[in-house]
């Protein structure tokens, strides 16, 4: 497209790059115990939403590791 726009100007690319995204099914990210791993907990699959479910993984997981249930666990909690 910008090479249409100024076909004088090289427009090659001279880097690419490429990563992995996470996302689940649902859309949301997976917060808890690992299955058949009680003693893993785990955060994976943000798609996209960092910085928001950074914050609650957090909260989740502290509260896990001091022993309690978050009342959100289910949500994010790993498909069985």
């Not at 699959?45 to 309690?68: F, H, M, Q």
Request: with cysteine; aromatic share 10%; glycine share 14%.
């Amino acid at each position: 497209m910008l090479g249409e726009l100024l076909p004088k100007l090289d427009c090659r690319p001279e880097f690419q790059w490429a990563g992995a995204f996470g996302s689940t099914s649902t859309g949301l990210p997976f917060i808890g115990s690992v299955p058949k791993h009680p003693r893993i907990q785990a955060v994976m699959g943000y798609g996209g939403n960092g910085i928001t479910y950074s914050r609650v993984a957090a909260e989740l997981i502290a509260t896990a590791l001091d022993g309690g249930k978050d009342l959100d666990a289910d949500i994010y909690a790993f498909p069985c």
